[in-house]
């Protein structure tokens, strides 16, 4: 079973950059699409960016040209790249299967402010 730990999380200004990691425990990783997900205060958990077992990935309106994801299914990590970050993006960011979703992590939160 998979078990998700997410870290790379921070405070930044508008703009900023910042670099997620979510590393998998378990061993099914390199088998699965992996996802970043994002829930903010208030707001419904929703997911932002998908890649597959490859390189094919799919991204959120909301991300799309802002946000990169990769994985290196050697080290059972998935990577999220945030470029140009705003406000709404503050958020507690999580990475999971989408299509077998599993135990969720602890998280790990962005906050843009200025």
């Known amino acids: 079973q998979a078990q998700f730990v997410e870290s790379g999380g921070g405070s930044v200004q508008p703009g900023g950059s910042l670099r997620l990691s979510c590393t998998d425990s378990?061993?099914?990783?390199?088998?699965?699409?992996v996802g970043w997900y994002r829930q903010a205060p208030g707001k419904q958990r929703e997911l932002i960016a998908q890649?597959?077992?490859?390189?094919?990935?799919i991204y959120s309106d909301s991300v799309r040209g802002r946000f990169t994801i990769s994985r290196d299914n050697a080290k059972r990590t998935v990577y999220l790249q945030m470029n140009s970050l705003e406000l709404e993006d503050t958020a507690v960011y999580y990475c999971?299967?989408?299509?077998?979703?599993?135990?969720w992590g602890q998280g790990t939160q962005v906050t843009v402010s200025s």
């Open positions: 999971n299967f989408p299509y077998a979703l599993t135990s």
């Open positions: 378990g061993s099914i990783f390199g088998g699965y699409v």
């Open positions: 890649i597959n077992t490859g390189t094919d990935t």
